[in-house]
């Protein structure tokens, strides 16, 4: 205790009592030393040990530390002015009011003080704060957590050395996450600390999606009755929780409620029963919570101030004893016989004991510690505030100067709010935030057995600050190998309504506890669950094994890769190469007879109409786009026009030639070769027109088509009747071709390429009986490309064959009758082959022209 200094002890009725410390600046001080009456807030009840008396301790250890520094307000000395809040509202008001009158009486000259460290408890520090703002006093409590404090449109006067409660709850929740428990049952004293604390919780467990079983709140005076119906109701509550299992139990009590509940469940629970309690810091590592009821307490996790214990006080109070008390602390006699369970000879403080203390007798080495870290910076909060400011206001004087002598708190608290000095256990610095309020920082504790006796052991820590958006984010750490329950939960507790459904079904909400509690369904085949809800996979996929995600199906089409498609493939060069071949041998000789007389201009025709075909196949293996569509469109129809058109006009020629001829030597109408490029152009103009309708009144397009469960085709949109509308035509010109090619087939031996042009159509017709049924009836449009494809490809190939590769084997294997000079109306003729003999022939023929013809 603090050495030399002036003492003034004043006692009223019951337990209330003050101190004074005289100095040149006061800090006022309101302390927890007794318990409040079990029935009024206007009685004190038995003194609290821990932490109140500790607290009370640490802050004159703390001003006794701070008057032997000269580093801090050298010359000056600090006072105090306790008194005992006896945990109530009204007591702590009572002693409010006294440090303000005391602020009354500062202009005769008393030493100014300067601001109340203190209260403990939330709402009794609700109640100050309000009397200390109305004159300008500020407070900066250690042991106040309640996020009302933090409202600085009410509360600007007030600071604290504690995390808001707003932590605390975040940290909760965090722990509750950490073990994955989503369904438990909550407890909580009346006033702010409880009901307040318990709010954070429930919102910081709402919007992580934790569910509250039941919600429990303890009357304001409670009986060892009540304290066993609370203990009831949650067994009953687990009982009811017939899907689920229920273990874990949420306190949010003042330390007295904590107790009474612990002791009540060694009462009401057997040795088969038994809960995990998830406590707040008012149980933290106290020790008379579970006094005589380890037992029920096992295996609890309770939150504490991180690292609260500091070495130097502890070995300050453990040699504290009534032959070297130098000051006269009006507590002290009373703290030191309850803790020892002795009787002083001399006390003014009578006890039940019957054991007298011995002289000299100490205090226990294992004496719990209350976490005094919080008192003693609240204390320094005060010293460096006032150090900062006597160095701004009295430069180069190192004592009390006029300015800190008429010292104005309000000028003191902008001081107050920027401190920042060494914390006085842990390695880091303690500055104030925007809202008064330290970060949080707490230690994890498990009470378990060790060594046979049950201690509070450090499990883990939780840090959290405000970030940009004011939100509280923190960071849990637990060493689960260190944790040990209850023995009647052996492993981790669980705490659910509900068991998770599995991978395939959805949870259907129960009309009561809706959020927590559902029973479980399947969904349809074709259905993935999103959000626990059914949602049917959008065409083209299809459900995952787990029914998590749709997975597209596989997009295929007639491409390269397919063997049938790489043989036509193949095929359809051979014939691009064949035909391009043929038609460089018909551009070499071009002036030979036999190309001559097969008509150059209708022979391009066919030579293009054979490519195009040939195009038109490799086109279809190719990825559907809308170009490549229209371009199909148009291709599969034109290329199939130019080639029945030539052959149409040279069929007709020949028929109306030969005709004409039996009639008379008039040249027919329309045999040219400009007349005959001309219709055909006309012809293959008449298909372009109708397949440019077809495009225009229904778009080509790549579409896919879902009509099959493990596969989407890309295919170009069309149908069967528009397909078969723009083949009509050249349905039509093959019809009436082959019925020309059918009626000169019995012409002169000179007109005898009418058989090969017969031979052609009857192929082409063979080649449409069979392949546009087949077309028409395919299963898919791949085998509807495969058909066309073919029809294509053989067409091309029998045109080739059947009208042009002949000419070839003319030209080298065969002969022409070549008109002689002047016999060209006569009909006589020099037979010539490629080998240069040749021999004279005359024939009288009824044409009106010399046509020479093969063999």
Known sequence: MPRGCEVNCHFGRGHQTSLDIAGDIILGGLFPIHDRSKNTENKCGRIDLNPGFQYLASMLFAIDEINKNDDILPGIKLGVKIFDSCRSETIGSIGAKEIIKYTLLEDNGTAPLCGVVGPFRSDVSVAVATL???????????????????????????LRTVPSNSYQGKAMVDVVRYFGWKYVMTVYSPGQYGEKGMEQFYEEAKRVGICIASKNKLPKFPTEKDYMNAIEEFRKTRKTNLRGQLDVVVFFCIQRDNRGLIKAAKKVLSDDDGFAWVASNSWG?????????????????TVNYIQGEVPRFRNYLLNLKPSNMTLQNPWFDE?????????????????????????????????????????INAVYAMAHALNNMQKVLCPGKPKMCSEMRNLKREQFLEFLKNVSFPDASLDFNVTFNEKGDVDGKYNFLNFKKVKGKYQ????????????????????????????????????????????????????????????????????ASDNIIVNNTCRLCSQGSVPDHNRVTCIKLPIVYLSWDNTAAQVLAVLCSIGLITTLGTA?????????RVIKASGRELALFLFLGVLSCYVAVLLNFMKPTNVICGVKRFASGVSMTMCYAPVLLRTNRIYRIFKAAQKSVRRPSFVSPL????????????????????????????????????????????????????????????????????????????????????????????????????YLNAVDSIWKSYFLCSSLFLIATITLVGLLVPKILLVYFGSTIEPRSGDIGTGCYTEQGRSGASRNSCQVEDTSTQIATHR
């Not at 300008?136 to 600085?152: A, E, R, W």
């Not at 590592?285 to 996790?301: C, L, M």
């Not at 469960?709 to 050249?730: G, M, P, Q, R, W």
């Open 132 to 158: 200390l703002r109305v004159f300008n006093i500020p407070q900066v409590s250690y042991g106040s957590t309640t996020p009302v404090l933090s409202n600085k449109d009410l509360y600007g006067y007030f």
């Open 285 to 301: 590592n106290r020790r008379d919570v579970t006094e005589e009821a380890e037992k029920a307490g096992a295996g609890a996790i």
């Open 584 to 592: 460089a041998f018909f551009i070499a000789e071009r002036y030979h």
């Open 335 to 375: 703290f030191y016989q309850e803790t020892l369970r002795c009787k002083l000879v001399n006390s003014s403080k009578s006890v039940d004991f019957e054991r007298d203390c011995k002289e000299g007798e100490t205090l226990p080495r294992d004496l719990g510690m209350a976490p005094v870290r919080v008192v």
């Open 675 to 774: 007349s005959q490029t001309f219709v055909a152009l006309g012809i293959i103009a008449v298909q372009c027109l109708v397949t440019m309708i077809w495009i225009l009144s229904k778009p080509p397009q790549a579409v896919p088509n879902y009509k099959y469960k493990d596969h989407v085709i890309l295919e170009c949109s069309t149908d069967d009747f528009s397909v078969a509308i723009n083949l009509c035509f050249n349905i039509i010109l093959m019809f009436v071709s082959t019925v020309f090619a059918f009626q000169t087939r019995n012409f002169p031996r000179n007109f005898n390429e009418a058989k090969y042009i017969g031979f052609t159509m009857y192929l082409s017709c063979s080649v449409w009986i069979i392949f546009l049924p087949c």
């Open 456 to 523: 509070h052991v450090v499990i883990g820590n939780w840090s959290g600050a405000l970030n940009g958006d004011g939100k509280i984010q923190g960071q849990i750490k637990l060493d689960e190998n260190e944790i040990v329950w209850s023995r009647q939960l052996s492993e981790t507790p669980q705490a659910y309504c509900s068991r998770t459904c599995p991978i395939k079904e959805i949870a259907i909400p129960e009309l009561t506890n809706a959020r927590c509690c559902w029973r479980c369904e399947s969904c």
